[in-house]
T-cell receptor
Framework: AQTVTQSQPEMSVQEAETVTLSCTYDTSESDYYLFWYKQPPSRQMILVIRQEAYKQQNATENRFSVNFQKAAKSFSLKISDSQLGDAAMYFCAYTGTASKLTFGTGTRLQVML | NAGVMQNPRHLVRRRGQEARLRCSPMKGHSHVYWYRQLPEEGLKFMVYLQKENIIDESGMPKERFSAEFPKEGPSILRIQQVVRGDSAAYFC?????????????FGEGSWLTVV
């Protein structure tokens, strides 16, 4: 079974600074996808970024980028120029041959003024 | 293009009552997923449905919980004889086609409180 591990229950960052959230996963599949979802206080699940395992290039979406290390099974999220609106729970997720998502336990990000 | 629509957003039930949560997928999406989020935890997969078929129910509790996605109308997650431990946020998600990596879009969730 696939597992997703987020070892940082909480992180904080100063506004305008950069923060990296960690995620590792375990799988025996070769074809899979990885995602980061953001859950603000409204509790809605918002897709931040996705990465195809077969692509070597790291995905980027504006201020959000990932560091995908396939051999190490690591998928960290970097948030640059942090803004107050980035404060939320961040969940790393995996999907493989089964269509369902497996989520990590989440990292709560605080953004300080 | 409306997103995934869930209702009710908030539901309060007494122990022993039934809870019905509804989900309308995004237009053009034929695959529906239900996830449960207990307080201070991540989302846990419950069930994956296509129209009139349950594809994967490996995350569904064996008793009291059922799900359907009829040919017409929304998907329904039904919880019979609710207990306090069923209090959680229930998220529905949809995707356009089956296959690894198709982005899954989430609704805003339904919060069930059992008193």
């Amino acid at each position: 079974a696939q597992t997703v591990t987020q070892s940082q229950p909480e992180m904080s960052v100063q506004e305008a600074e950069t923060v990296t959230l960690s995620c590792t996963y375990d799988t025996s599949e070769s074809d899979y996808y990885l995602f980061w979802y953001k859950q603000p206080p409204s509790r809605q699940m918002i897709l931040v970024i996705r990465q195809e395992a077969y692509k070597q290039q790291n995905a980027t979406e504006n201020r959000f980028s990932v560091n995908f290390q396939k051999a190490a099974k690591s998928f960290s999220l970097k948030i640059s120029d942090s803004q107050l609106g980035d404060a939320a729970m961040y969940f790393c997720a995996y999907t493989g041959t089964a269509s369902k998502l497996t989520f990590g336990t989440g990292t709560r990000l605080q953004v300080m003024l | 293009n409306a997103g995934v629509m869930q209702n009710p957003r908030h539901l309060v039930r007494r122990r022993g009552q039934e809870a019905r949560l509804r989900c309308s997928p995004m237009k053009g999406h034929s695959h529906v997923y239900w996830y449960r989020q207990l307080p201070e935890e991540g989302l846990k997969f419950m069930v994956y449905l296509q129209k009139e078929n349950i594809i994967d129910e490996s995350g569904m509790p064996k008793e009291r919980f059922s799900a359907e996605f009829p040919k017409e109308g929304p998907s329904i997650l039904r919880i019979q004889q609710v207990v306090r431990g069923d209090s959680a946020a229930y998220f529905c998600a949809s995707s356009p086609v089956v296959g690894s990596g198709n982005t899954i879009y989430f609704g805003e969730g339904s919060w069930l409180t059992v008193v």
